[in-house]
């Protein structure tokens, strides 16, 4: 996944007090994203339940200001 965002206009890393509102939260600032990751997910036999599974996936989230995220995931299900 790609995502590209311009800036608000309030976002500035400058200290001046020229502007009524401003912010430096890299969040509103103009960036690139991407998102890469995979996930494997496994039907178990039934067991003591109707259904069972199971998920694990890794994802990694980098944005061109120099965030960078590491996720892991994990689920087990089951119907009663």
Do not use: C, E, I
């Given at each position: 996944r790609y995502h590209t965002q311009t800036a608000a206009d309030f976002f500035t890393t400058l200290g001046t007090r020229a502007t009524?509102?401003?912010?430096?939260?890299?969040?509103l600032?103009?960036?690139?994203?991407?998102?890469?990751?995979?996930?494997?997910?496994?039907?178990?036999?039934?067991?003591?339940?109707r259904s069972a599974h199971i998920d694990a996936g890794y994802e990694r989230y980098w944005r061109t200001d120099g965030l960078t995220v590491n996720v892991a995931l994990w689920q087990a299900g089951a119907r009663f």
């Open positions: 009524m509102y401003r912010t430096a939260d890299s969040d600032g103009a960036f690139d994203a991407q998102t890469a990751g995979f996930k494997v997910t496994a039907d178990l036999p039934s067991l003591p339940f």
